[in-house]
């Protein structure tokens, strides 16, 4: 198996999500670090990439200068991943694209409903992968509850619940300490705060185990923290398009969650409950009989369970394993093997479109709104 | 100490909440049970009044022969149990107030806002005790949470989050059972399925421990089991009087949660969570710290919740206990001995209040709603 | 049916385990608190016993006061409960048996293994009852747990694991507190600290789960915090009659643990876990299947353990009821009526020979030896 | 940085072990896998290791083969893993180490001690690393516990309880399987079953984190499933150095436990307790304090304990990363640069000579016996 070019922008030195995509890129060895415009400073991006073994040819000051470079070398990368600030995803993504470049993006893919639009065309049209990084879906247990509710294992499904609620903004003082201040200010952040940086993965969560996605939606955002003015905490209750009832609560001022992602879905035959600070474990609770506590790797799980989940069972995998389960779906993918599913720019809109819809409910007292993009109504 | 009378009206062989009540009389040994009517069959209900110590003259076929003859016995009764089916609750509370007896009522006490505000007139006018079996609020730790807001511990409250979601009617098929179906039935249940049942313990549990009530909600009601026309599951957003955002989910379709009341309070300077099924645990998280856990009988608690814990640390205390401790403060209220609190006559006329506001609310789309009743705005 | 009556020696005004008693006895409104001797101080004991209720003249200043009223009252009392420091268990324990009352008495029964048959004896011969408060077998899911391993849902049982480790006497400066250092003390605890006052709680639970008796045991004892003659850790191998093998370890220094008690027995075909600190569960875990959650009350448990929970599944119940459930069957035993198992002489004499033999071993640097008592080899 | 190339011995496909070596290897870039000599067949040895990314020259029918040829090659690989059965480990090591390598061996790393003594020597001789895969070692919370107890937080250390016990090997009619009939068969295994292949893994944490070696011990050994000779179930007490108390339960019968290995510290001033399917998270509690749970990555750990942490916290990082901070360590010590801890051969050599004096104590009936091997006497 030869090995696959791979490029980062964004996830320098001492961000947060940088490493998880190095792990998960290399952990496999399908991929080698080739590329990096990895800083908002060119110095530091090239010196930090260097240090990461990229040759000095291809540590490069900007994504602009990567993209030029990388686009007519024999060599050039094979994915590029995205991963700088929020505002600047849709460019980026949509000029590598347009290069031909297969992308995984970060999440939120885009700032607007329209821009997610523009993605999902051209991703289609240029024939593209533009993955979007909603890892905790290829957590193994993940896929196996979307299995066994695909399978019909729970039965009709009634109600999901998704949480993603913790409490590292809870720090009153810290309002104006810049790394939390600008998720709060729409200047920066665009029209929603905790909704949009945290409750779309939970919501993504949910549509994807149910393999259903949200129609309408009420929403109420609150902002506790004086001087926010975007939500640091909101609650969105939704339909799905066949009806199921939908819960999430999202706050980063939940002192006591620490990671705080969780999702329990109920059906007329079974509920599965599974929280991302024990990621290796669903408990089932099949109607009339006991809660049973599902172990990754265990006998019995489905072959994509098993597949994703690469040392015996009770021996603990991660958020970084999960991370690598997309990067090896994306090798797969681009080498035209076989590959499970992998998060995708229509996913990336459906978010940008259930985070604005939830915004216009909450202005409107909570009123139930279309939470569809405009292109899939 | 001279034993106290004791009276009890439903609570029959086999009923659920019965035990629990002779349990929590008698524990301490303040009460003596001397009276009871106790099933819907006179027969049975005379009967095993005194399989349970009853004296046959005391032991009676309804409550009504049971206030005839009480409520001119020099050796009266002095406090009166009410754990019949919910529409019976206001008139027998009403009678025995009426006639000058203490009442504890079960929830809820009434099925009208009109018949709540007219049991808190009653209440205030006889000045008998009306109690209301909100029991959870009388567990050590739940006081420990009340003293601790209410000292300033957690600053501000910012939000809190109430659930009582359980799955023990997620049988589809179970539908027609009439153990069940009159629940969802709004000829018996009245305007509310499971807000009404269990909801409302969340809810006093909020307001309980933050010592703030609840002045607006907005609800979204869901009947999720094909035949029921009561809600099996619904979601309320609130705000409190000082402006606390609430979040209350509840239902019965939630297969894994087995008790599954649990609440989260955040505040500015930390955040408690307290399960119901771990009774003995508070998690507290202060900003900046770490999660703690504090326990039962731990040094270093109030009072209160010193009191109300009856046997050392880790030592397991339930519900029977805290049911107990209802009791206990009852009888030291009707002896005139200091007493902690009580959930009150206005406690229960407030559930009324938010019930139907939830009701109306979800009628209308999830419109915000004013929760307070008539009386108290 | 008719009312018993009920008396006390010890457990006066803030004993750790008076509390239980009271709550655990009177519950079920079978018993009346009818005497005491509570307290080494008679003045103290006479007015608190009149502050619980017994009537002036039955509440005694000392045992033998009590012994001599009682004993000809027509009244007279038709239990007493023993619950004095362990040196007094003997002689208190005696005299009762011998005056014809049945007798409920604190572990450990005795100082000795001569004593432990003594009173053995004495049960036999007077045909009363002499029960042992090893409350913790008298849990629903305890009981449950050793009709599963009667019926052979576990298969042939390989192993049990049980500990009794917590950290309450952890504190090395805490060495000179009397509440604390007669526990070290050979002068006033005989042969055995922490092995003879909780260690005996884990053993017997073992040997009452499996229905199969310690036969040879080698111990390991510690006195880890300086100034401790007596161990304060302590492990002990042994094996059963029926050659399980056991394991049980039994600490008072193990910060961290509150209430510690816990107990895993693991069978051909299934095992099982369970700790005093969640009582309503047990684990299970059948060969080749998952793990699963038993809940008390829940669908079909025996009726023995469906009988010993008063409460619905998932209320909570703790350990004052372990206690009732105690009492509940004495009352049952005493008035003729069916009952199910009460913790024995022969028990409290099993666990005396077993902490002989246990201090032996340990001296003898962990030598297997016989811990049976004679005269049942 | 310039690239290290790594080789593997063992660990091919459908291997237990070697995804977690690859995964680990790799996922910091610091090694590529560029040799390998992964089966015992030496066809599908070269087959995988070529799907796996080697060169055809590089993929190897066996080790000798890759000794011969690897010596010689100029970017000859920087570490070799052994991954094979444990009666090769010693053979492999040896012949790796006298051609000069670097080797990372995996537990147990000889079957004798004299084995054990003369890989020490020849490490020692050579100047070259010989890791042992002590892998739980390099949990971030593992090295923080270390550091704790180093700074004196626990004060003295009194007791420590280790445990590594599951139920994977208790399916009796299983005995026959040859993947796990050798486990107990003398004649493959050696001395020791369970005790050898996981019992060490418990005793190396508790002496790593100590920082304190494991002088005597007494052993009680159990084949529980009929048709062992080997154990299957064994008890150690032991003493370190220091004197502290040790008990170690290990065991391949315990149906519910799935990893099942922990460990708890107790000291005079605070006791640790961290279980491996939780590896986030350790419980601290401070005498007169509460029970507080420490998070991986959150502020104030040592530096240790963050730098090998990879993503923020709450975040879950599993067993493949903890083997990655081996590797990454590794890779430091290799390229001369500042590396933390390394489990040495001489960890190595302590855990054979404790798992025969535990044998040679168990067929004493439990006498303690000296557990140090001799050249460290
Ligand atoms: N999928 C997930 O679970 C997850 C988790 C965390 C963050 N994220 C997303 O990842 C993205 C990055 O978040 P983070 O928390 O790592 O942020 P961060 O602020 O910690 O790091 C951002 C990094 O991007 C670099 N950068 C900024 N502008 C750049 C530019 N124009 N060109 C190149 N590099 C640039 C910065 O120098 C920094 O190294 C965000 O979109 C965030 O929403 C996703
Ligand atoms: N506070 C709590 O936590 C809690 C818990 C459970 C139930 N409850 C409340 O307790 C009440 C009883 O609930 P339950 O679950 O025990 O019901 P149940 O149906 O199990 O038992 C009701 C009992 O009342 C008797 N009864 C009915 N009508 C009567 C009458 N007119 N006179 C005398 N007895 C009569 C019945 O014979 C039966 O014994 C309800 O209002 C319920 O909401 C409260
Ligand atoms: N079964 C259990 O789970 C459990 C738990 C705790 C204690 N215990 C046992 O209960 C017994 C009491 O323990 P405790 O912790 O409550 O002790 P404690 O020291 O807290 O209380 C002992 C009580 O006995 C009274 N007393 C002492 N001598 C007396 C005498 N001669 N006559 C009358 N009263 C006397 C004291 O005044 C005090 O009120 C002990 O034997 C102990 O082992 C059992
Ligand atoms: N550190 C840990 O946590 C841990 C965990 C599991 C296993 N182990 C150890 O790892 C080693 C391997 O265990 P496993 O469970 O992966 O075993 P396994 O039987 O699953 O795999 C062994 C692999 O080695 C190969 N092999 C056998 N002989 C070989 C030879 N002479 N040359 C090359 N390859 C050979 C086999 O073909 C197979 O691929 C054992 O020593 C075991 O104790 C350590």
Redo the contacts between chains.
């Keep these: 198996?030869?090995?696959l070019n791979w490029g980062m922008i964004g996830g320098g030195e001492g961000s947060?999500i940088g490493?998880?995509h190095?792990?998960g890129a290399?952990?496999?060895?399908?991929f080698?670090?080739a590329a990096g415009a990895l800083d908002a400073d060119p110095a530091r991006g090239r010196d930090y990439a260097?240090?990461?073994?990229v040759a000095a040819d291809r540590a490069y000051g900007d994504w602009r200068e990567m993209l030029a470079a990388e686009r007519d070398r024999p060599d050039r990368i094979d994915l590029v991943t995205v991963a700088t600030p929020n505002n600047t995803h849709f460019e980026i993504t949509k000029a590598f694209l347009e290069a031909g470049f297969h992308v995984l993006c970060e999440k939120p893919m885009t700032m607007t409903v329209a821009e997610g639009e523009e993605i999902v065309r051209l991703a289609r049209d240029t024939g593209r992968i533009c993955a979007v990084n909603y890892g905790y879906s290829a957590y193994p247990m993940v896929r196996q509850m979307k299995a066994m509710v695909a399978a019909g294992e729970l039965g009709a499904i009634?109600?999901v619940?998704a949480n993603f609620s913790?409490?590292?903004h809870?720090?009153?003082d810290d309002a104006d300490n810049p790394r939390v201040r600008w998720r709060y200010d729409p200047a920066q952040a665009g029209v929603s705060g905790q909704m949009a940086d945290c409750g779309i993965h939970a919501l993504h969560l949910a549509s994807f185990i149910l393999g259903d996605e949200v129609r309408t939606l009420?929403a109420?955002f609150?902002s506790?923290?004086p001087g926010r003015v975007l939500e640091d905490?909101a609650?969105v209750?939704f339909r799905t398009e066949s009806g199921t009832?939908g819960?999430l609560?999202t706050?980063t001022?939940?002192?006591?969650?620490?990671?705080?992602l969780d999702i329990?879905v109920?059906?007329?035959k079974?509920?599965?409950?599974w929280a991302?600070?024990?990621?290796?474990q669903v408990?089932?609770?099949?109607?009339?009989?006991?809660?049973?506590?599902?172990?990754k790797g265990?006998?019995g799980l489905t072959d994509e369970a098993q597949r994703l989940s690469?040392?015996?069972?009770?021996?603990?995998?991660?958020?970084?394993?999960a991370i690598?389960n997309i990067y090896l779906d994306l090798a797969n993918r681009i080498a035209g093997a076989p590959a499970g599913h992998l998060p995708s720019a229509e996913d990336g809109l459906r978010s940008m479109a259930a985070v604005h819809a939830a915004v216009a409910s909450a202005k409107a007292?909570?009123?139930?709104v279309d939470a569809r993009p405009p292109m899939f109504r």
């Design positions: 198996m030869s090995k947060q490493p998880a190095r792990l290399q952990a496999d060895g399908r080698v670090m260097q240090r990461l073994g009634r109600c619940v913790h409490g590292h809870a720090a009153g009420s109420d609150a506790t923290v905490d609650m209750n009832v819960r609560w706050s001022i939940a002192l006591g969650r620490q990671h705080g329990q109920f059906g007329e079974a509920g599965l409950r991302s600070e024990q990621p290796n408990y089932l609770h099949r109607l009339g009989g006991r809660v049973e506590i599902m172990e265990e006998a690469r040392v015996p069972i009770a021996h603990p995998e991660g958020f970084p394993l690598a007292d909570g009123a139930w």
